[in-house]
Antibody, heavy 121, light 107 residues
Framework: QMQLVQSGTEVKKPGASVKVSCKASGYTLTAYYLHWVRQAPGQGLEWMGWINPNAGGTNYAQKFEGRVTMTRDTSISTAYLELNGLTSDDSAVYFC??????????????WGQGTLVTVSS | SYVLTQPPSVSVAPGKTARVTCGTDYFGSITVHWYQQRPGQAPVLLVYDDTDRASGISERFSGSNSGNTATLTISGVEAGDEADYYCQVWDASNDVYVFGPGTKVSV
């Protein structure tokens, strides 16, 4: 059974950085692109970017360029999201999601359980 | 980039049919995917490429696309269907993934 398991809740101060992990099981991490999506409290889903776990290439949403880094460690089947220069606007639940390739166009399935990041002084 | 619109909320009585729409200027060759997000949980893929149900998803969920409006239909609505529903597309020209604002379905 394909599964993505994320790291636990984080509380950070403004200006700090956060690194969230996403461990894949039930499939080979390097076989599918891995995306990150966030959701602020009471808000909708916001796509942040993807990493190709095989070659390490990335594509970030313009909004996060220069502040986000997506990496992976294939030896432990884990992908990472690092976000720098945190502000209160970055308080959100961060999800990883595997790119699903069945059908015509790319979609997300499955998703990790989410990691709550709270930015507060 | 695509901008998707969804009604903020839809209310439906148990056993009835709920329809959630996702609009844009024109989808063209773009296909629409739908996700269900129950409170406190991660999204789950329901319907992909306009009409195909994801693995393990009830036949009560179905999708359609008329060109500028995609619709998720929930037949025989149950209390457990109360959730937020999001549509999503891929903007291939910019390699950007776009979500609709979400619709809260109340039963």
């Amino acid at each position: 059974q394909m599964q993505l398991v994320q790291s636990g809740t984080e509380v950070k101060k403004p200006g700090a950085s956060v690194k969230v992990s996403c461990k894949a099981s039930g499939y080979t991490l390097t076989a599918y692109y891995l995306h990150w999506v966030r959701q602020a409290p009471g808000q909708g889903l916001e796509w942040m970017g993807w990493i190709n776990p095989n070659a390490g290439g990335t594509n970030y949403a313009q909004k996060f360029e220069g502040r986000v880094t997506m990496t992976r460690d294939t030896s432990i089947s884990t992908a990472y999201l690092e976000l720098n220069g945190l502000t209160s606007d970055d308080s959100a639940v961060y999800f990883c999601a595997r790119l699903a390739t069945m059908g015509i166009q790319p979609k997300f399935d499955p998703w990790g359980q989410g990691t709550l990041v709270t930015v507060s002084s | 980039s695509y901008v998707l619109t969804q009604p903020p909320s839809v209310s439906v009585a148990p056993g009835k049919t709920a329809r959630v729409t996702c609009g844009t200027d024109y989808f063209g060759s773009i296909t629409v995917h739908w996700y269900q997000q129950r409170p406190g949980q991660a999204p789950v893929l329901l319907v992909y490429d306009d009409t195909d149900r994801a693995s393990g998803i009830s036949e009560r969920f179905s999708g359609s696309n008329s060109g500028n409006t995609a619709t998720l239909t929930i037949s025989g609505v149950e209390a457990g269907d109360e959730a937020d529903y999001y549509c999503q597309v891929w903007d291939a020209s910019n390699d950007v993934y776009v979500f609709g604002p979400g619709t809260k379905v109340s039963v």
